[in-house]
Nanobody, 117 residues
Framework: QVQLVESGGGLVQAGGSLRLSCVAS????????MGWYRQAPGKQRELVAI???????NYADSVKGRFIISRDNAENTVYLQMNSLKPEDTAVYYC???????????WGQGTQVTVSP
């Protein structure tokens, strides 16, 4: 079993920045992928950004050029640097992890990000 704990959410004005962190209870050296998803009220959960074991990244079109995902294996942590935030980025952000050799998909409890106009 793996616990993922997110932090860094909050209230920010449009144009501002936030950095989310997700700490895993298991070493991330054996990670297949780690990612960030978000869910706004009344909407489905959607992929925001994902980072693979080889360091490759993928982003939702809506955040390309504004958000950066990174990983620190020494700290078992994945980050999401969010710049030029927009009100439509308001959502609960969830961390997600998949490990090699483990069929389970792990989720954090979520952290609220609110962007005011």
């Amino acid at each position: 079993q793996v616990q993922l704990v997110e932090s860094g959410g909050g209230l920010v004005q449009a144009g501002g920045s936030l950095r989310l962190s997700c700490v895993a209870s298991r070493s991330t050296f054996n990670i297949y992928t780690m990612g960030w998803y978000r869910q706004a009220p009344g909407k489905q959960r959607e992929l925001v950004a994902i980072i693979a074991s080889n360091g490759g990244t993928n982003y939702a079109d809506s955040v390309k050029g504004r958000f950066i995902i990174s990983r620190d294996n020494a700290e078992n942590t994945v980050y999401l640097q969010m710049n030029s935030l927009k009100p439509e980025d308001t959502a609960v952000y969830y961390c997600n992890a998949n490990y090699y050799g483990d069929v389970r998909i792990y989720w954090g409890q979520g952290t609220q990000v609110t962007v005011s106009p």
